[in-house]
């Protein structure tokens, strides 16, 4: 089977997206897909895996963007392929997987961010002049609504919701995948070392309390309700509570909130890291307080790691969360109280221990390679299709 994948970035810097696709081509390669990426970045070598590099070059962003699905739509019709697989918008795909989430839903989920009626409305006013989002969301809506257009794929039950309420798709194109991570495979004596060496790393003791955060949009993710209930924690019951934000959202604004709640001590900014593995070895509760995430990477990651967490009911990672028994569900991220109250639930080890070994045996659900599988049933289905006589 030939294959192509149109995905606009493939840096995994960039976020738990990006890192997802990286994942898919390697094991569609492994099961003997042919894989033709077509992307603006330029990946690491990799055998078997053809990699079409597309030049956006434009004055803007936005620009830059339209380019590259321009040029990609005119590329594909140069050349035959099975099927078209597209993470990214691209015309004439005939799979559309939106990882990072519909665009639609990531605009109303950003203004809750803002708090009352008046600055809500004015943020919608203003989107009518933010190009870049209005071309994102025309594209969106045009793939969506062709009746010809492209089979979809919704990486959990919430995105497959988001499909009907924002563009009324039939259940006949919604085809439930979820997304998938790669097992932890550390050793007992490997986790032993990446506990001792980030906690010596970030001076910490054997017995402090740590809990981490990893995104990098600080604001979507809710690393300020973090800070928040972080405060509520500061002195309770000798938690002794330290807590390492990890990813590229920092910046002297972040510092200083922490400084304004007291907590500048308890909390330390990581910034980006490729060790995210060894931070999830070295914690004992992973917290992800987001107002908007399809099906979070980093909760999925921390699970199979042995990590109890503690998310919200606006992840679709969260339907994977039994509650109580795995980790928590907060159903809103602006519940600072309830936040607090379960990171200081998950204190007792008896219960960390216990959650966190139910939340490993999720390992084979999530697997990246039960969604490879998955997704190459889907293209299967669609060439019978494609090759019934008339």
Not at 26 to 40: D, I, N, P, S
Not at 112 to 141: C, D, I, M, S, W
Not at 193 to 220: C, K, M, P, Q, S
Not at 254 to 279: C, E, I, K, S, Y
């Amino acid at each position: 089977m030939k294959v192509a994948v149109v995905c606009e970035w493939l840096d995994a810097w960039r976020g738990g997206a990006e890192t997802s696709t990286l994942q898919y081509l390697h094991h569609l390669r492994a099961k003997g897909v042919e894989v033709h990426v077509f992307t603006r970045s330029r990946p690491a070598a990799a055998p078997d895996l053809h990699v079409h590099v597309v030049n956006g070059a434009a004055m803007t962003r936005t620009r830059r963007s339209m380019t590259f699905a321009y040029r990609v739509e005119h590329m594909l019709q140069r050349e035959s392929f099975d099927v078209v697989h597209a993470v990214s918008p691209c015309r004439g795909a005939d799979v559309y997987q939106p990882r990072g989430g519909l665009v639609a839903e990531s605009i109303e989920r950003n203004l809750v961010l803002l708090r009352g009626k008046p600055l809500q409305t004015l943020k919608r006013y203003a989107n009518r002049f933010n190009f870049r989002q209005r071309h994102q969301l025309a594209l969106e809506r045009k793939m969506m609504m062709d009746p010809s257009g492209p089979q979809i794929v919704a990486i959990s039950s919430y995105v497959a919701r988001q499909l009907k309420h924002h563009y009324g798709i039939p259940d006949d194109r919604i085809h439930l995948i979820y997304n998938g991570v790669d097992a932890d495979v550390g050793t007992v004596d490997l986790r032993a070392r990446n506990r001792d060496l980030i906690r010596r790393e970030f001076g910490l003791d054997a017995d402090d309390y740590l809990v981490i955060l990893v995104a990098h949009n600080f604001r979507l993710k809710g690393v300020h309700r973090w800070l928040e209930a972080a405060a509520l924690l500061r002195g309770r019951r000798n938690l002794k509570l330290r807590s390492l934000v990890i990813g590229k959202g920092e910046s002297r604004k972040w510092h200083q909130l922490a400084a304004r709640l007291g907590v500048q001590n308890m909390v330390t900014f990581v910034g980006p890291t490729d060790r995210v593995q060894a931070f999830y070895h070295a914690a004992d509760v992973l917290v992800h307080p987001t107002y908007y995430d399809p099906c979070s990477r980093v909760v999925l990651e921390a699970m199979v790691s042995g990590l109890p967490v503690v998310a919200t009911r606006w992840d679709g990672a969260s339907e994977i969360i039994i509650e109580g028994e795995n980790g928590f569900v907060v159903q809103d991220p602006g519940d600072v109280a309830l936040l607090a109250d379960r990171v200081e639930a998950l204190h007792d080890p008896n219960t960390r221990r216990r959650m966190g070994e139910a939340a490993r045996t999720i390992t084979p659900q999530v697997s990246m390679a039960r969604n490879a599988d998955a997704m190459i049933r889907l293209f299967e289905s669609l060439l019978k299709v494609e090759r019934v006589p008339a």
